[in-house]
């Protein structure tokens, strides 16, 4: 079985790429997880995207894809694979339906957009021991102190609303047409990711025993 997981950060698709995984008896991989092994083995793709990445450039799509191939082709993933967060462009998708012929399903994590700036721009991280929280999910009993050691709690940069809100817009730029390429194709199945996490599991569990 070949599944691939859509979402936009904070949809929770990360979250149950594992118990995906574990049911369709596959590994899974997310995208960050490769550019990690390759860059901390010094793969030659890892070298190669490094130089992009030190001069602040994106990763150009055909590292990313030669760096996915490469996993997918591994021989202990011939029975299928789990693949979190690729593709994010349609010629990211083009490029494996060329090399694999097709997947078999593409399960898209929804969520309105609302809830993910709530989900994403509620992170407070401690100072000092760079402790995580969330302002609604996972409060300090203290408040904006940290409740782990006694400095304060700071929300980064990255996670204020208005980033985030934009980082989101690019992401469905991105990834609309790759939406609907996939619905063209049939193989799209849309999961309600606003929902608690049991209600996720058991949505899944049907999509992909049918
Ligand atoms: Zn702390």
């Not at 693949?83 to 349609?90: A, C, S, Y």
């Not at 400095?151 to 991105?174: F, G, I, P, S």
Request: glycine fraction near 6%; proline fraction near 4%.
């Amino acid at each position: 079985m070949r599944i691939l997981l859509m979402g936009a950060p904070g949809s929770g698709k990360g979250t149950q790429a594992g118990f995906i995984a574990q049911k369709a008896k596959v590994s899974s991989v997310s995208s960050g997880d490769l550019f990690r092994k390759n860059l901390s083995e010094k793969s030659e793709l890892g070298i190669l995207a490094k130089t992009f990445m030190d001069r602040g450039e994106y990763v150009p799509d055909d590292v990313t894809i030669r760096m996915v191939l490469d996993w997918i082709n591994d021989p202990s993933n011939t029975s299928g694979f789990v693949l979190d967060g690729f593709p994010r462009t349609l010629p990211q998708a083009i490029a494996l339906d060329e090399e694999l012929g097709s997947v078999d399903k593409v399960i898209f994590f929804d969520v309105p957009n609302n809830d993910l700036i709530e989900r994403l721009s509620g992170r407070l991280i401690c100072r000092t021991c760079q402790a995580s929280f969330h302002k609604i999910f996972y409060p300090s009993k203290n408040g904006m102190i940290c409740d782990k050691c006694p400095d304060e709690l700071y929300q980064r940069d990255d996670d204020k609303a208005d980033v985030v809100t934009n980082r989101l817009k690019v992401y469905m730029q991105e990834t609309q047409p790759v939406i609907q390429y996939y619905a063209k194709q049939n193989k799209l199945i849309t999961v309600d990711g606003s929902k608690s996490v049991d209600e996720v599991e058991s949505e899944l569990e049907m999509a992909l025993n049918d």
